[in-house]
């Protein structure tokens, strides 16, 4: 059975730092990974998509990185903003299934 | 492309009522999907189609829980007798066929039942 675990579950971290959520996966028999974003009482905002074949994505201040075969997953954002307070979650999409399982989330926080 | 569309955004029911959340998907996505989320937690997933096949449900919709997608286009997620424990965010999203494309996911719907 897949489990997706998110690690740290919260951050708090000042304007400007840059900072690494970390996601990690029991079964490496993926299709891809997504990063999502997702303010309070919101839906999922798509940030970044690694296909299994991929070590890496950018999009702006945003990169994230994929080791299928160790089962892990990091998103590494730089210049920390204000803005950036969100949870973000990893799901991984399954080659037997077409569904996400998704992690618990990290809680961000970045104060001016 | 106008994204995901979800309505209600939010719904507040009497426990045994009946309510019906509706997704209008991204023109030209045959793939749609329904999540359930509760708060701390990530999307469980529910169910999927492609096109109007329901191809994939979850053991998570019982048999209070029907989704249909009549002709491929817009879908209902409806829940027959509600309890307490169906309070939660129904997520809906879709896709373009393949496994290697994006998943968007709309607003969501919010139930409460008191």
């Known amino acids: 059975k897949q489990e997706v675990t998110q690690i740290p579950a919260a951050l708090s971290v000042p304007e400007g730092e840059n900072l690494v959520l970390n996601c990690s996966f029991t079964?490496?028999?993926?299709?891809?990974l997504q990063w999502f974003r997702q303010d309070p009482g919101k839906g999922l905002t798509s940030l970044l998509l690694?296909?299994?074949?991929?070590r890496e994505q950018t999009s702006g201040r945003l990169n994230a990185s994929l080791d299928k075969s160790s089962g892990r997953s990091t998103l590494y954002i730089a210049a920390s903003q204000p803005g950036d307070s969100a949870t973000y979650l990893c799901?991984?999409?399954?080659?037997?299934?077409?569904?996400?399982?998704f992690g618990t989330g990290t809680r961000l926080q970045v104060f001016p | 492309d106008t994204g995901v569309s979800q309505d209600p955004r939010h719904k507040i029911t009497k426990r045994g009522q009946n309510v019906t959340f509706r997704c209008d998907p991204i023109?030209?996505?045959?793939?749609l999907y329904w999540y359930r989320q509760t708060l701390g937690q990530g999307p469980e997933f529910l169910t999927y189609f492609q096109n109007e096949a329901q191809l994939e449900k979850s053991r998570l919709l019982s048999d209070r829980f029907s989704a249909e997608r009549p002709k491929g286009s817009f879908s209902t997620l409806e829940i027959q007798r509600t309890e307490q424990g169906d309070s939660a965010m129904y997520l809906c999203?879709?896709?373009?066929?393949?496994?290697?494309?994006?998943?968007?996911f709309g607003e969501g719907s919010w139930l409460t039942v008191v």
């Open positions: 023109s030209e996505h045959n793939r």
């Open positions: 999203a879709s896709s373009l066929p393949g496994l290697e494309n994006t998943i968007y």
């Open positions: 799901a991984v999409r399954r080659t037997v299934s077409d569904k996400l399982i």
């Open positions: 079964d490496s028999a993926i299709y891809n």
């Open positions: 690694i296909q299994s074949s991929q």
